[in-house]
């Protein structure tokens, strides 16, 4: 069997194939990203979990995408996580760009973009995926993203900015005080995830002026720092992966469009055409006919 994952930092979606394509199961799992969680973590994560303890000795192959796999060191601590949990298989780590690249390719180049948990871009010629200006996670960077979003409406709701009929929502939905922001934010772990989860708050109020400001004001951004940097960004389709320019999608619509930039793919989900690129560009079943 072979097991194709793509996780961001917040969730992997997990999808199990057999050796002729079809598929056998799907699941879900918390995210991994190696910055945040080390090879033990993932180890005691997966082997507690039910479907890999269904699955677990029946997989061969193992390709997993991931946030934060962008260097040799890194992807070995997902894979040294992986390889305890599945010791018999084979096991393959990248970068999550390069799954978001490989899920929207059509046949021709294109930039893809992931606006989700973060935020980062790429372009794809079919042989190559490469970037020109770095991802700078949560602190720095992730323009347009959950947690950049999430970041502008705690910060705003501290401040006392937040418009009135939103600022008693918030508080009567997260009963939260400066003291336990600043704990979960500067104390404890996944930063980026507790703070990308208030992004579901601006999902809720995503007609009201305030949320589609700051939407625009970091898909602007996220355009002008991750999209303009590309020299061919007006005449290549820009893919989109992920759940924030999925809910976003009109307004990302717009600042593309005043950029003069043609907007590919919107997929909140890259894992089914991440399937299709591997059982039809990288014939990952040829490994069962030799």
């Given at each position: ?6 996780s ?12 002729d394509?079809?598929e056998?199961k799907?699941f ?5 990203n190696?910055?945040?969680h080390s090879?033990?973590f993932i180890y005691e994560?997966l082997?507690?979990?039910?479907a890999?303890?269904?699955?677990g000795?029946?997989i061969?192959?193992v390709?997993f ?12 601590i997902i ?5 305890m949990?599945?010791?018999q298989?084979?096991?393959n ?13 059509t ?9 989700g948990?973060?935020?980062n ?18 602190v ?6 959950a947690?950049?979003i999430?970041k502008?409406?705690?910060s705003d709701f ?8 939103m600022?008693?929502?918030f ?6 005080d ?5 704990t979960?934010v ?9 703070l ?12 009201h002026?305030?949320?589609k400001?700051i ?5 602007e951004?996220?355009a002008?720092i ?11 389709p820009v893919?989109?992966?992920g ?11 717009d600042v593309l469009?005043k950029?003069n ?5 919107i ?6 055409g ?7 560009y990288?014939?990952?079943l040829e490994?069962?006919?030799v």
């Amino acid at each position: 069997m072979i097991l194709i994952a793509e996780s961001g930092s917040t969730k992997c979606d997990w999808v199990v194939l057999n050796s002729d394509g079809t598929e056998y199961k799907r699941f879900s799992t918390m995210g991994f990203n190696p910055y945040f969680h080390s090879a033990s973590f993932i180890y005691e994560e997966l082997s507690d979990n039910d479907a890999f303890k269904v699955v677990g000795s029946s997989i061969e192959f193992v390709y997993f995408y991931g946030a934060g796999a962008s260097s040799e060191s890194l992807k070995d601590i997902i894979k040294d996580g992986l390889q305890m949990v599945l010791p018999q298989a084979e096991i393959n780590v990248d970068h999550d760009l390069v799954a978001s690249a490989y899920s929207t390719y059509t046949g021709e180049p294109a930039i893809t973009c992931i606006i989700g948990t973060g935020s980062n871009s790429c372009f794809f010629d079919g042989e190559a995926v490469s970037e020109e200006v770095p991802a700078l996670a949560y602190v720095l960077g992730d323009e347009g993203s959950a947690s950049y979003i999430g970041k502008r409406l705690v910060s705003d709701f501290l401040y006392k900015k937040l418009p009135t009929e939103m600022a008693e929502d918030f508080y009567n939905t997260y009963q939260l005080d400066k003291d336990e922001i600043i704990t979960s934010v500067y104390n404890k772990p996944n930063a980026n995830v507790y703070l990308a989860s208030f992004s579901r708050f601006a999902g809720k109020h995503m007609q009201h002026p305030y949320v589609k400001k700051i939407v625009r004001e970091g898909f602007e951004k996220f355009a002008d720092i991750h999209i303009a940097c590309f020299n061919n960004c007006e005449l290549v389709p820009v893919h989109f992966v992920g759940s924030v320019g999925a809910i976003f999608h009109e307004i990302l619509e717009d600042v593309l469009a005043k950029r003069n930039m043609k907007l590919g793919q919107i997929m909140r989900k890259p894992v089914d055409g991440l399937i299709k690129y591997h059982l039809e560009y990288l014939k990952v079943l040829e490994a069962y006919k030799v």
